[in-house]
């Protein structure tokens, strides 16, 4: 069975940073892009970023609303998937959802992230 | 970037009553390779999103086949053929043809009548 699991949210002063980790087990971990989506509360989705595996260079890509203030990365040993977000403001606040795939089709449960002073 | 624009942004139904939900595209989503990455995603209340249909009208595995998207270049559409109570959520359509960013539609609220 597919799990995914999110940890690292909470509550964030403006302008602090944030380290968001995604477990998973129950799949070949190596051979699946990893994105994080996040959704504002009572908003939409939106995504935030991908990366992809080692066949194709573990290439990263990112939201340009958000581009220099993410990295997304792996750990294929231990089948998770990283998102560092520095630099955090009051619209960052959101839950931030682990999924998988190029076409989304495991999500975990999500992580809560508030930025406020 | 690709703006996806979903129809109508909250649907009514009653139980059994088939419904549809329009996803009209800023640009068409053909590929160059012959896809069309176009998906659809339901969230339930207080739930994670999850998927529905890939490539239009591929249905994931475990998904009931009321469910079913259809359509080209720039519009697509999601059916419903009998609403039941477990289908009340969210619904949103995502593209990947243009991608990065992957974007996603504003979203369409089905609910009960």
């Known amino acids: 069975e597919v799990q995914i699991l999110e940890t690292g949210g909470g509550l964030v002063k403006p302008g602090g940073s944030l380290r968001l980790s995604c477990a998973t087990s129950?799949?070949?971990?190596?051979?699946?892009?990893m994105n994080w989506v996040r959704q504002a509360p009572g908003k939409g989705l939106e995504w935030v970023a991908q990366?992809?595996?080692?066949?194709?260079?573990?290439?990263?890509y990112y939201a340009e609303s958000l581009e220099g203030r993410v990295t997304i990365s792996r750990d294929d040993s231990k089948s998770s998937v990283y998102l560092q977000v520095s630099s955090l403001r009051a619209e960052d606040t959101a839950i931030y959802y682990c999924?998988?795939?190029?076409?989304?089709?495991?999500w975990g449960q999500g992580v809560m992230v508030t930025v406020s002073s | 970037d690709v703006v996806l624009t979903q129809t109508p942004p909250t649907l009514s139904a009653t139980i059994g009553q088939s419904v549809s939900i329009s996803c009209r595209s800023s640009?068409?989503?053909?590929?160059?390779?012959?896809?069309?990455?176009l998906h659809w995603l339901l969230q339930r209340p207080g739930q994670s999103p999850q998927l529905l249909i890939y490539l239009v009208s591929r249905l994931e595995s475990g998904v009931p086949n009321r469910f079913s998207g259809s359509g080209s270049g720039t519009d697509f559409t999601l059916k419903i053929s009998g609403v039941e109570a477990e289908d009340l959520g969210v619904y949103y359509c995502v593209q990947g043809t243009h991608a990065p960013p992957w974007t996603f539609g504003g979203g369409t609220k089905l609910e009960l009548k």
């Open positions: 129950g799949f070949n971990f190596n051979d699946y892009f």
């Open positions: 999924t998988r795939k190029w076409y989304f089709d495991y």
């Open positions: 640009q068409s989503l053909l590929h160059s390779n012959g896809n069309t990455y």
């Open positions: 990366i992809r595996n080692k066949n194709y260079n573990y290439a990263t």
